[in-house]
């Protein structure tokens, strides 16, 4: 029954193909990669999109990359660096052999410039933090660059691997102003721009000169010619379009069709077990009822995450035990063990211990007011079956959540107010130090800290965890931070995504990163027999 109706499915959308998806075969030596949405642009310190970070890794490099673990930093544009004793220094020692796409030399310069446009106000990048308490940024030489911090900042090679961080081209951006990462780029990555046409296709071509990747890759020059980034919103038609050849290789796979594509021949499929994309729900702390710790914990043990994940992914998500993978850098397990388990009789009984008593229509009452809250969430598949079965679980112990979903076009600017009690989102994230900095930080609110949650001790913990020079100093206050959190019950955690991409069989080397959510990261690897 289920292979009929997957195989029904897949007809379904080459019945009705997405524009001219399906037209005609992917050409020889270009990568024709399949995705379900675009990004508004592609100028690195600009947009937080996915989107734009899979194709921003392609165009450009970064000081230093990460490795398939998501642990270790590996050289990239720097070949080495050192950091001084009080923490605020560090030197990175560049590449000689780099150029940009327009064959200009790659030079210290170059990051001076990329660095400092970051960290620009008049950038107005909603990610400049990510830079560090930066207080210069100097070339001592043609290949080195002395990055000055105000103070320690342990994050700091972290974040430098992200997208964010990609060096660009000065006088590409000062001639393309605004329009930089909209009409033009100039990068040193692998490949470069060719030609973007929205929410369709964006064209990258090989870049000639190019054999610096990162040491991660078997490979340090691209094997392909040419990549083709390809929108195709509808589900079905993208995955007949991967089936039948059109396509080469997709991270977009929708949960119901996982497990069918396992039975494919003609498709691979790869998975990284390092992948940190978490999905979960937040209580805004001072707000009525759900100020209430015995409320908020008795919500942690009246949800089903095994029911909630599987009726939502449909195996292509792990039920979240935490509020972090433990396979990030600063993960606790111990916090993660202070995390509710599904018991629906002991949240009654905390609910009853704590004065709330079953109303005439079943909901809970206490001193005049019901447990009820508003949650706000974004309109999508995953967040409505989420919410809905949710719901469903909260009733059956007295509690009663209301769900408001919005369109992303105004959404994020809902979840920005103070309108709801809860919300669910789902984030990326790095390490445990770069996850709880951004939400948990009281300097945050009222967004990224959409809970409110302003408590000096975990400032402090927060603090040393960014700024301690010590790596033992920053891992025990990170760990307290979380067990600190967890113990007040100000998130439920939900679900784990996982990373899949699936190739065609004209395929090979494909192989997950997941950096910031990115599943191809440079493709350095990826080579076509046909």
């Known amino acids: ?59 450009s490099d970064t000081l230093v990359s990460l490795d398939w673990d998501q642990r270790t ?19 990175f020692k560049l590449r000689r052999d780099v150029t940009f796409c327009d064959g200009k030399p790659f030079t210290a310069r170059d990051v ?60 590409t951006v000062e001639k393309l102003g605004p329009n930089f990462g909209v009409q033009g ?34 490979n340090p020059a691209p094997q392909v010619d040419r990549v083709i980034w390809r929108i195709i919103p509808e589900a079905n038609t993208r995955l007949a379009a991967l089936q039948s050849g059109q396509g080469d290789v997709t991270q977009y796979i929708p949960q ?8 494919v021949p003609t498709v691979k499929l790869a998975r990284q077990e390092n992948y940190f994309w978490d999905f979960f729900m937040g209580f805004k702390v001072d707000k009525p009822v759900v100020s209430d710790p015995a409320i908020r914990r008795a919500i942690n043990l009246g949800t089903n995450r095994n029911a909630v994940v599987q009726a939502t992914f449909f195996g292509a998500a792990d039920p979240a035990d935490g509020y972090l993978n433990p396979r990030t850098v600063g993960y606790d397990a111990e916090a993660a063990k202070m995390v509710p388990r599904f018991d629906p009789e002991d949240a009654k009984r905390v609910l009853d211990a704590a004065g709330w008593v079953p109303g ?8 005049g007011e019901r447990a009820s809250f508003l949650l706000y969430s974004l309109q999508t598949t995953e967040w409505r079956r989420m919410s809905e079965a949710m719901q469903a679980d909260l009733r059956r112990i007295g509690i009663d959540m209301r769900v408001q979903l919005w369109d992303a076009t105004v959404g994020w600017g809902k979840l920005a107010t103070q309108e709801f009690d809860a919300f669910m989102m789902s984030y990326p994230y790095i390490s445990a130090t770069d996850g709880f900095s951004l939400y948990f930080d009281s300097s945050n609110r009222p967004t990224p800290n959409r809970m409110n949650w302003n408590d000096p001790e975990t400032d402090r913990l927060l603090r ?67």
């Not at 005439?360 to 001193?367: F, W």
């Not at 080397?509 to 350095?524: A, S, T």
Request: aromatic share 10%; hydrophobic share 40%.
């Open 1 to 59: 029954m289920k292979k009929w109706l997957y195989a029904g499915l897949l007809a379904l959308g080459v019945a009705a193909p997405a524009a001219d998806a399906l037209a005609q075969a992917a050409p020889r030596n270009t990568l024709v990669v399949l995705r379900e949405i675009d990004a508004d642009n592609y100028d690195p310190p600009r947009s937080t999109a996915r989107g734009a970070g899979e194709v921003i890794y392609m165009m």
């Open 73 to 91: 930093v590996r050289p990239g544009l720097a070949e080495s660096w050192t950091v001084s004793e009080d923490g605020k220094t560090y030197t």
């Open 112 to 171: 001076v410039y990329t660095i400092k446009r970051w960290i620009d106000p008049a950038t107005r990048s909603p990610v400049r933090w990510r830079a560090g308490p930066v207080d210069d940024v100097v070339a001592t030489d043609d290949y080195t660059v002395e990055y000055k911090l105000k103070e320690p900042y342990g994050e700091l090679l972290y974040q430098l691997t992200l997208f964010f961080a990609s060096v660009v081209d000065q006088a």
């Open 185 to 218: 780029f100039n990068g040193t990555g692998p490949y470069c721009w060719g030609s973007w046409s929205p929410r369709q296709d964006f064209v990258l071509t090989r870049h000639p000169n190019y054999r610096w990747g990162p040491p991660l890759y078997n």
């Open 256 to 263: 119901f069709a996982l497990a069918g594509l396992r039975n």
């Open 360 to 367: 005439p229509d079943g909901v809970r009452v206490k001193n």
């Open 464 to 530: 040393i965890a960014k700024t301690g020079l010590a790596e033992e100093e920053r891992m025990k206050a990170i760990a307290e931070a979380q067990r600190r959190i967890t113990a007040a019950n100000v998130w439920v955690p939900i679900a784990r995504e996982q990373l899949w991409v699936a190739a065609s069989q004209r395929t090979e080397g494909v192989r997950p990163h997941g950096i910031y959510g990115v599943g191809l990261y440079k493709g350095l690897d990826i080579r076509l027999t046909r």
